[in-house]
């Protein structure tokens, strides 16, 4: 697996596509905990070249983690006349965590599989320790 990073400090003087990206870690946090959460100051990202994969670290001013998030397909080949293949989706997951400043982390995890016609199925829940 190639893993690539990519670092953005943020800062008010943001460029255009940095600023758009400042406020992705907000994405799927519930806005009352926004006020109980640890604000990250940089976020680092990773993408895997070889499967549909990426992943999103976000740093305190400690240089702690503070901000997690990853997302993953795995897709397969399916044919309904053993001819003509097409791909589908096998599993797919989407998470983001957010260090609590009680040190816990809030979690929401979204899953989806193969099954024709099934809606996404997303969760929050509480953990002691940061996703992987």
Same mark, same amino acid.
């Given at each position: 697996?190639?893993?690539?990073?990519? +670092?953005?400090?943020? +800062?008010?003087?943001? @460029?255009?596509?940095?600023?758009? *990206?400042?406020? +992705?870690?907000?994405?799927?946090?519930?806005?009352?905990?926004?006020?109980?959460?640890?604000?990250?100051? !940089? #976020?680092?990202?990773?993408r895997d070249y070889e499967m549909a994969a990426a992943r999103v670290v976000g740093y305190d001013a400690d240089d702690k983690p503070c901000?997690?998030?990853?997302?993953?397909? #795995?897709?397969?080949?399916?044919? *309904? *006349?053993? !001819?003509?293949?097409?791909?589908?989706?096998?599993?797919? !997951?989407? #998470?983001?965590?957010?260090?609590?400043?009680?040190?816990?982390?809030?979690?929401?995890?979204?899953?989806?599989?193969?099954? !024709?016609?099934?809606?996404?199925?997303?969760?929050? @829940? #509480?953990?002691?320790?940061?996703?992987?």
């Amino acid at each position: 697996m190639q893993i690539c990073p990519n +670092s953005h400090r943020l +800062s008010s003087s943001a @460029s255009p596509r940095q600023e758009r *990206d400042d406020q +992705s870690w907000l994405e799927h946090l519930p806005a009352e905990w926004r006020a109980l959460v640890v604000a990250p100051l !940089e #976020l680092r990202r990773y993408r895997d070249y070889e499967m549909a994969a990426a992943r999103v670290v976000g740093y305190d001013a400690d240089d702690k983690p503070c901000y997690t998030a990853h997302r993953f397909s #795995l897709t397969e080949p399916r044919s *309904d *006349d053993g !001819e003509e293949f097409y791909t589908v989706l096998a599993y797919g !997951e989407e #998470l983001a965590a957010w260090r609590l400043r009680d040190e816990r982390w809030l979690v929401w995890r979204e899953i989806r599989a193969e099954e !024709e016609c099934a809606q996404a199925r997303s969760f929050y @829940s #509480l953990a002691q320790a940061m996703p992987r």
